[in-house]
């Protein structure tokens, strides 16, 4: 007798098995229509020719060629081997819900594609259904017993039910289609008064829901994941106060968005336990530390927050984070190697921009770095006056004796003028008294200073042999170069032929460079003072033997330097110094020799010429 109820009760469920699919499949036509009339773009025709390839790559290739939207959940080891020719985008969709028991929804133009779950047979009995590949379970509970639903959940979902023994007589009822293993024993616990908490990877369990003080069952939804009010508490502009031991990471997120009263959706099981004590942090900050360390992460699209593994396609984030006081250029490589690792990040010029890919965890982490350094760059302007002051002190002596032309009379003009000027007088002391090499802090100094400089140029005490402004960066290099170019004639010759040689000869122009250049990198602190990185180089030309016929002769002078300045502050560089020291004399022998005597019948020149280079720099901060 019993095994003729199995033979019955199996072919009825064969029979109501058939009947449910051939009614899905006319829900499934009727769905495709529907996203013909919103998208004409399922009506392309495509060819396709594959062997043992996972469906969701299948689908995927469909919806990237024919430019549609096609999402696919389930277990992508089913395959498919097919080759058609010219097939419309719905009949192939039909086509592979028919021949793979798969089902489809409709959102907008989006086609989701997943296993086909049939509906609970009616016949007696609880009803348990749970599909291994996408980790959906549907039931339908009339006064089952705890022991009894505890048995039918283990059998066919792997997962153990315990409860206190007091519960055995305990009835439960419900019905659920296609939710997540955690959604459906919290919908279960929530309809029969009861609490249900994950304790292990397969072990759940069930316990009686204890009534607040005063409460009744106004705050079950709070209570029932075995976390109380005191626990998360969330003020009036959304920050959240959260402490809590060895909760469920599940239970945490739905009772912050429920509270917070936020959408959200599970795309997988979110499993584990964890214990956050966190004070008037925003609710992506709690969910940036909840996902730490774990292979979950979190999407959020039109006010829903989405949440599953982060290797999910719909959790993965592109975002173009622009750049508002500085360039694109070499900010890539500026980004740590450990914040870019698993995530794309792309250098976008034309808007000055990066577009980052990835884990949206890993995308804001990058995001909150580029802001931390998108900061107003300084840009220094820089004073610089070189001016090379000379000193020359000639002697002659001798007298020169002789007939010739009649003498020259003698005429001019002679127009008193004074003029004094303080200034000039003590930056004539201060370059003076400036000896080695090294730096002096002239302080601020005033419009009047330059003009000082003018003044003493005009009486040749000064050379200024450049006063340009320059402007840069903060830590960019800013250059100075001036100098001339002499040229020189390169004589080659040679010899051609062996028994009556014919010398030959050619030439080629060449030139060399006497440059002066001075570079100033600047560094401003916090504090508003100016480092500055000085590299000064000066070449000069030294007196050319034309006898010789060689090239120009050069002397070079450098240094360099590192000082610090404030704002606004002048400062004189120098110690570049040259001199240079003539002697002749001349006159007739043995006479030119005898002191006294050799001024009468002699004549020497004594000169001497010191050149002393100094740097007067005065940079300024323009933010």
């Known amino acids: 007798m019993k095994y003729i109820f199995v033979t019955i009760l199996f072919l009825f469920t064969a029979f109501y098995n058939v009947v449910a699919q051939d009614s899905y499949l006319g829900e499934v036509r009727a769905k495709l229509e529907k996203i013909v009339e919103a998208d004409v773009a399922y009506l392309n025709q ?53 021949e793979y028991n798969l089902d489809l929804e409709i959102v907008g133009n989006i086609v989701s594609v997943f296993p086909y779950a049939p509906p609970l047979p009616d016949i007696p009995g609880p009803k348990v259904s749970y599909q291994s590949s996408t980790g959906f379970l549907s039931y339908e509970l009339h006064d089952c017993t705890l022991p009894e639903l505890a048995k039918l959940l283990a059998d066919s979902t792997g997962v153990n039910i315990v409860f206190p023994s007091s519960l055995n007589a305990k009835k439960v009822s419900g019905y659920a289609l296609r939710l997540s293993l955690n959604e459906a024993m919290q919908a279960l616990a929530l309809g029969n008064s009861l609490i249900a908490s994950k304790t292990g990877e397969k072990l759940w369990s069930l316990d009686t829901l204890p009534l607040g003080k005063g409460e009744g069952q106004g705050r079950a939804w709070a209570v029932r994941r075995g976390i109380g009010d005191e ?88 975002k173009v984070i622009p750049l508002e006081n500085r360039t694109v250029e070499k900010v890539i490589d500026i980004i740590p190697e450990e914040f870019k690792q698993s995530v794309k990040v792309t250098s976008f010029s034309d808007l000055n921009s990066l577009i980052v890919s990835g884990d949206q965890r890993k995308v804001a982490r990058i995001e909150n770095f580029i802001k931390s350094i998108d900061k107003t760059i300084p840009l220094i302007t820089i004073d610089v006056i070189i001016a090379e002051v000379t000193k020359s002190r000639n002697n002659e002596q001798g007298i020169s004796v002789g007939y010739g032309d009649p003498p020259a009379s003698s005429k001019g003009t002679l127009t008193p003028h004074f003029q004094m000027n303080l200034n000039a007088d003590g930056i004539n002391k201060i370059i003076k008294s400036f000896n080695g090499l090294g730096s002096m802090n002239l302080g601020k100094v005033g419009p009047n200073f330059y003009a000082s400089l003018k003044f003493l140029e005009e009486n040749g005490d000064i050379e200024l042999k450049s006063t340009p402004k320059l402007s840069t960066l903060n830590g960019h290099q800013a250059e100075l170069k001036s100098g001339q170019r002499q040229h020189y004639k390169e004589v080659y010759e040679s010899l051609m032929g062996s028994q009556n040689p014919i010398q030959t000869s050619s030439y080629q122009w060449k030139y ?81 020799r005898i002191p006294v005597l050799k001024w009468i019948f002699g004549n020497s020149i004594n000169k001497k010429e010191e050149h002393k280079l100094n740097i007067f720099i005065k940079p300024t901060v323009i933010m």
């Open 46 to 98: 495509v060819d396709l020719a594959v062997g043992s390839m996972p469906i969701g790559d299948l689908l995927r290739n469909i919806a990237k060629t024919s430019n549609v939207s096609i999402s696919y959940k389930g277990d992508n080891t089913l395959t498919v081997n097919c080759n058609f020719n010219k097939v419309k985008i719905d009949d192939l969709l039909y086509f592979l819900c028919q």
């Open 512 to 592: 060399i460079d006497a440059d002066l250049v001075l570079t100033i990198t600047p560094y401003v602190s916090s504090n508003g003072e100016i480092t500055l990185t000085i590299d000064l180089s000066q070449t000069e030309f030294t007196t050319i033997d034309e006898k010789m016929e060689a090239p120009p002769g050069t002397a070079t002078r450098s240094f360099k330097s590192k000082i610090r300045v404030k704002n606004e502050e002048t400062i004189l560089l120098g110690g570049i110094e040259r001199n240079d020291r003539i002697k002749t004399s001349s006159g007739l022998p043995f006479l030119a």
């Open 231 to 318: 626990q998360i508490e969330i003020d009036s502009t959304g920050m959240i106060r959260i402490q809590v031991e060895r909760a469920s990471i599940y239970d945490i997120l739905c009772t912050i968005c429920e509270k917070q009263k936020i959408n959200y959706y599970f795309i997988s099981p979110v499993d584990g336990t964890t214990s956050l004590y966190l004070k008037d942090v925003g609710l992506h900050t709690l969910l940036k530390v909840l996902f730490t360390g774990t292979s979950y992460s979190y999407y959020e699209e039109e006010g829903i927050l989405m949440f599953g593994i982060s290797k999910e396609e719909v959790l993965l984030s592109s």
